[in-house]
């Protein structure tokens, strides 16, 4: 794991004091990495008990998951453990816009900062897709839960960076064809989708980031 992570300094000036949440290795987890069975994100952010604040979203303290009974709102108070079970969509406003589901369960931990204000942190850990499992981007309807655009990547067979490339086609896909968006059922009309990485909204995803 240490090789994967690919710190600048030689092992063995860090071993000693590894830390995951240090400014040398936390930045290595900025996004999603994969190592051995497991998929690690650490994010800086602001946590506390009024909720998690990222500086470029806004708040994203709000986990959104689709079951039986339809769509089950989930806050998460700092030091909780939050688990969201293999198959079930689940989706962060403000940060991701899309409903994610994917074949492994995937873990949340909301670390505070030590003083009121500072920043913490927010890890996530998922499992690895092997096999012929996947990870899928979908959009439901928002006003009747119909399915509307469901795009699967085989990020067990073509490995987890197929993650990102199938994020940004999947969105690109699902913004460029307001059918895609319109519900065959009511005729609601989704607003866009978007990546997780705000560098990659164009002004519209910008606009429908701010949404929902
Ligand atoms: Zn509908």
Known sequence: MFANIEIKEPI?????DWDYLSDRVISRFAAFRASGHNIFGLRRRVISKC??????????????????????????????????TAGTPHRVPHS???????????????IPGTEEGEPGCAVVIMGLAKGKETDSFAWYCEECLTLLYDFVVETGRDGFNEFWR????????????VHKRTCPECGHVNP?????????????????????
């Open 12 to 16: 063995e000036k860090v071993a000693d």
């Open 51 to 84: 909720g998690t604040q990222d500086p470029k979203k806004g708040s994203v303290g709000t986990h959104l998951s689709l079951g039986p009974q339809g769509i089950v709102v989930g806050t998460q108070p700092p030091l909780s453990v939050r688990i969201t």
């Open 96 to 110: 991701f816009g899309y409903w994610h589901i994917n074949d492994k369960d995937e873990l949340y931990l909301q």
């Open 166 to 177: 199938g994020e940004r086609e999947a969105v690109r896909s699902y913004n460029s064809d």
């Open 192 to 212: 866009m989708g978007y990546c997780w990485n705000t560098a990659k909204d164009s002004p519209d995803e910008s606009a429908a980031r701010k949404i929902w």
